[in-house]
T-cell receptor, first 117, second 113 residues
Framework: GAVVSQHPSRVICKSGTSVKIECRSLDFQATTMFWYRQFPKQSLMLMATSNEGSKATYEQGVEKDKFLINHASLTLSTLTVTSAHPEDSSFYIC?????????????FGDGTRLSIL | AQSVTQPDIHITVSEGASLELRCNYSYGATPYLFWYVQSPGQGLQLLLKYFSGDTLVQGIKGFEAEFKRSQSSFNLRKPSVHWSDAAEYFCAVGGGSQGNLIFGKGTKLSVKP
C-alpha cells in the first residue's frame, strides 16, 4: 500500500519550454503533498508544500511564479516548471502524506530527472 | 534550530557483516523519526518510523532502529548486510500539522562482496 506515482520519470527539453510533472497517490488520499529538489549527491531540498484546494506554501528562495503547483484533488498534485532554463535541470521528487495526525509518514514518488538543453 | 545530522557520509561494509548508521537530531518537541532508503535515480522508500512507545522499532528488509532520547539519536541497524542494501540512507525528523520533514544529508552505503 501507500504507492505514489510520479510522471514522467525523465524529461529532456529545450530552454524556454514549460514542463509539467504529475504526482499521484494511487491507493490513499493525501491532503498534503510535498515537492523536493535533489542535487547530485545531496539531500532533498523542500521546495513547497501543497494542500488540496488551497495555494501552495513555498520555501524561502523558491520562485512561486517559476514553479507552479496545483493540488486539485486528494490524489493529484502537479508541478509546472515554467520557461525552464539549464539551471533548472535537477531531480525533482514528490511525496504524499496520508490523512491523519502529525506522525503520518510521507510516501515518495520515483522522481523526475529534468534536463534542460 | 531543528536539524538532523548523519555524521557518516560514506560507509563500506562486507556482505554479511553488521551495520549501524548514525543519526542525531535536534527538535523542539516530541519528534517523529523516520529512516528512508534511496537507490540511484529513484525516489525514497520508507524503512521504518518511530512515533511513540517501544523505542526499538522494526522495519522492512530486516532493518531496525533504536530511539534514545537522552542521546537525541535514532541509529539504524541491520545484523547482516546483503549486497542489495547498497544505497543512500536518509534519516528524517518531522512533526506538526503539515508533517514537514527535515532530512539529514544522507549516508551512502557500499557493500563489499
Amino acid at each position: 500500500g501507500a504507492v505514489v506515482s510520479q510522471h514522467p520519470s525523465r524529461v529532456i527539453c529545450k530552454s524556454g519550454t514549460s514542463v509539467k510533472i504529475e504526482c499521484r497517490s494511487l491507493d490513499f488520499q493525501a491532503t498534503t503533498m510535498f515537492w523536493y529538489r535533489q542535487f547530485p549527491k545531496q539531500s532533498l531540498m523542500l521546495m513547497a508544500t501543497s494542500n488540496e484546494g488551497s495555494k501552495a506554501t513555498y520555501e524561502q528562495g523558491v520562485e512561486k511564479d517559476k514553479f507552479l503547483i496545483n493540488h486539485a484533488s486528494l490524489t493529484l498534485s502537479t508541478l509546472t516548471v515554467t520557461s525552464a532554463h539549464p539551471e533548472d535541470s535537477s531531480f525533482y521528487i514528490c511525496s504524499a502524506r496520508e490523512i491523519g495526525g502529525g506522525g503520518q509518514p510521507q510516501h515518495f514518488g520515483d522522481g523526475t530527472r529534468l534536463s534542460i538543453l | 534550530a531543528q536539524s538532523v545530522t548523519q555524521p557518516d557520509i560514506h560507509i563500506t561494509v562486507s556482505e554479511g557483516a553488521s551495520l549501524e548508521l548514525r543519526c542525531n537530531y535536534s527538535y523542539g518537541a516530541t519528534p517523529y523519526l523516520f529512516w528512508y532508503v534511496q537507490s540511484p535515480g529513484q525516489g525514497l522508500q520508507l524503512l521504518l518510523k518511530y512515533f511513540s512507545g517501544d523505542t526499538l522499532v522494526q522495519g522492512i528488509k530486516g532493518f531496525e532502529a533504536e530511539f534514545k532520547r537522552s542521546q537525541s539519536s535514532f541509529n539504524l541497524r541491520k545484523p547482516s548486510v546483503h549486497w542489495s542494501d547498497a544505497a543512500e540512507y536518509f534519516c528524517a525528523v518531522g512533526g506538526g500539522s503539515q508533517g514537514n520533514l527535515i532530512f539529514g544529508k544522507g549516508t551512502k552505503l557500499s557493500v563489499k562482496p
